[in-house]
């Protein structure tokens, strides 16, 4: 697959290094040729130039991609140029946004006329993942797949859970309603097999189906915890786009330090307590009384601090914390100091991307924002070799394994006996840099 990605920002660059263990054909275009050295060191070409120049777009051969993606901090230009790249012949184009109104269902058919196929607005995609954290506290992470047919959650089993002590393979009594598709231990996922045995600490990516969530949250020791107040720290694009879809049914409190952002904020959101501190006042959470609400959310510009605010949280009895965490390489420090819920919007926009570019109906783009991992929605072809043998007899690789399926629209599980056939939808786990093996084999 030939893709061109236009802005070597954070999203950009994040989307390219991960796209360059695919075996894709991969072009990244910047202006800024300080951003692109950053890419030297990656199996893909890089190209100092405007992403809205007729003579760079044509040099590249942007009639001859597959996939044109405009993540540039400038939404007129990532608009701009997903129009011109479609005009020369480009098969899908992709714009990153920042205006909420073009979401909604008659700015898309506008933009289609354009050329542009779908449209991406990180900060909202990272508020409607908050939103779900929200919803359920018990997991780090929940995601609805195939249209909510199956569900697979990130968790973190303690001492306490039911499964902790048992290998895979004898987990059929106790958990047969539940497929443990990969384990994140010491910073490490693993795509288990049935000798693999659950441990203390360890964060678990379960499939299920959504009659079962309850019975996989009992097996896995956690309670469901009743939400009604949410304290945000930050008043960011995301804490913004956040507000307006829980406002209705918790109550919300914003804290920021910026005094004229909180003023900005009390206009747009006059349903929300906007409350200004001082910068530098480490005591704020205390003071606020944080033990009275039911889930703080840090979303400060840096991610340090996020997630020291959230240990505090903790030590002072918050159940559930999310946090802000920008910095990729810290993600596996947060997940070990028992955060809770991290939010990186790199990670979810480009997984989002990721994901159109292996299904054709962007409507319904869904991949897992996890870093060292992907998750993908996929239809079985005619021809496919999963179609051949019983899952069992596969020979799937190590790196990948299957979560679930949905055939004739009702979702299931797959397990070793499972014969997969043309038309089935399914949700593959696989580690980062397999997706090119799966799409092989699933045709």
Same mark, same amino acid.
């Given at each position: 697959?030939r893709?061109?990605?236009?802005g070597?920002?954070?999203v950009?660059t994040h989307?390219a290094k ?6 894709q054909?991969? !072009?990244v275009?910047?202006?800024d040729v300080k951003?692109?050295h950053s890419?030297d ?6 190209? /100092?130039?405007?992403?809205?120049? *007729?003579?760079?777009?044509?040099s ?6 597959d996939i *044109?993606?405009?993540?540039?901090p400038?939404?007129?230009? #990532?608009?701009?140029?997903s129009?011109?790249?479609?005009s020369?012949?480009c098969?899908?184009a992709?714009?990153r946004?920042?205006? *909420?109104?073009f979401?909604?269902?008659a700015?898309?058919?506008f933009?289609?006329?354009y050329?542009?196929d ?5 900060e909202y ?9 929200i919803? @359920?506290?018990?997991?780090?992470n929940w *995601? ?6 199956l569900i /697979?959650?990130?968790?973190k089993?303690?001492e #306490? ?5 048992h290998?895979l ?6 958990s047969?309603f539940? @497929?443990v598709n990969?384990i994140?231990?010491?910073?490490e996922?693993?795509?288990p ?5 659950l ?9 299920t189906?959504p009659?079962?969530v309850?019975?996989?949250?009992e097996?896995?020791g956690?309670?469901? @915890? ?9 008043g960011n694009?995301?804490?913004?786009q $956040?507000?307006?879809l ?8 914003i ?7 909180c ?5 747009d959101l006059?349903?929300?307590n !906007? /409350? @200004?501190?001082?910068?530098?006042? #480490? ?7 944080v &033990?009275?609400?039911?889930v703080?959310v ?5 991610s340090?601090s996020n997630?020291?605010?959230c ?11 999310i946090a802000?965490v920008e910095n $990729?390489?810290?993600? #596996? &420090?947060?997940e070990?100091?028992n955060?809770?819920t ?6 979810i926009?480009?997984?989002?991307i ?6 054709a109906?962007?409507?319904n783009?869904?991949?897992l ?10 239809e ?9 043998a019983p ?14 399926m ?16 043309a038309?089935?939808?399914?949700v593959v786990?696989?580690?980062s840099?397999?997706i090119?093996?799966? &799409?092989?084999?699933?045709g």
């Amino acid at each position: 697959m030939r893709i061109v990605i236009a802005g070597a920002g954070e999203v950009g660059t994040h989307l390219a290094k991960m796209l360059s263990n695919e075996e894709q054909d991969i !072009i990244v275009v910047d202006k800024d040729v300080k951003k692109l050295h950053s890419l030297d060191n990656y199996n893909l070409m890089t190209v /100092v130039g405007s992403a809205v120049s *007729f003579d760079v777009l044509k040099s590249i051969k942007v009639g001859a991609a597959d996939i *044109f993606i405009a993540v540039t901090p400038h939404e007129t230009i #990532n608009v701009i140029a997903s129009s011109m790249a479609k005009s020369l012949g480009c098969r899908k184009a992709v714009a990153r946004i920042d205006n *909420f109104d073009f979401m909604k269902p008659a700015s898309k058919k506008f933009f289609s006329s354009y050329g542009i196929d779908a449209l991406i607005y990180p900060e909202y995609l990272a508020a409607l993942e908050i939103q779900t954290a929200i919803e @359920h506290t018990w997991v780090r992470n929940w *995601f609805e797949m195939l249209n909510g047919e199956l569900i /697979v959650v990130g968790v973190k089993i303690r001492e #306490n859970a039911r499964i902790v002590g048992h290998k895979l393979k004898d987990l059929g009594g106790i958990s047969d309603f539940m @497929h443990v598709n990969a384990i994140k231990r010491n910073r490490e996922i693993i795509i288990p097999g049935g000798l693999d045995e659950l441990m203390a600490n360890d964060i678990l990516y379960v499939a299920t189906t959504p009659d079962k969530v309850d019975a996989v949250r009992e097996v896995c020791g956690k309670d469901q @915890h009743k939400v009604e107040r949410v304290l945000i720290l930050g008043g960011n694009e995301i804490v913004k786009q $956040l507000a307006m879809l829980i406002s209705d049914k918790y109550k919300v409190k914003i804290m920021d330090s910026d005094y004229e952002r909180c003023e900005q904020l009390a206009d747009d959101l006059p349903q929300c307590n !906007i /409350v @200004h501190y001082e910068a530098g006042n #480490n005591d704020v959470l205390e003071e606020e009384g944080v &033990e009275d609400y039911d889930v703080f959310v840090a979303m400060g510009e840096s991610s340090e601090s996020n997630i020291l605010n959230c240990i505090m949280a903790k030590e002072l009895g918050m159940k559930k914390t999310i946090a802000q965490v920008e910095n $990729l390489q810290f993600i #596996n &420090e947060a997940e070990n100091f028992n955060i809770g819920t991290i939010i990186n919007k790199k990670l979810i926009a480009s997984s989002t991307i990721f994901q159109m570019m292996i299904d054709a109906d962007t409507d319904n783009a869904k991949c897992l924002a996890l870093a060292d991992a992907e998750v993908a929605e996929l239809e079985v072809g005619a021809s496919a070799k999963v179609t051949k043998a019983p899952v069992k007899d596969l020979k799937l690789s190590r790196d990948m394994t299957i979560a679930g399926m949905v055939r004739n629209g009702v979702g299931q599980l797959v397990n070793g006996d499972t014969r997969l056939m043309a038309g089935d939808k399914v949700v593959v786990f696989c580690l980062s840099g397999a997706i090119h093996k799966i &799409e092989r084999m699933f045709g």
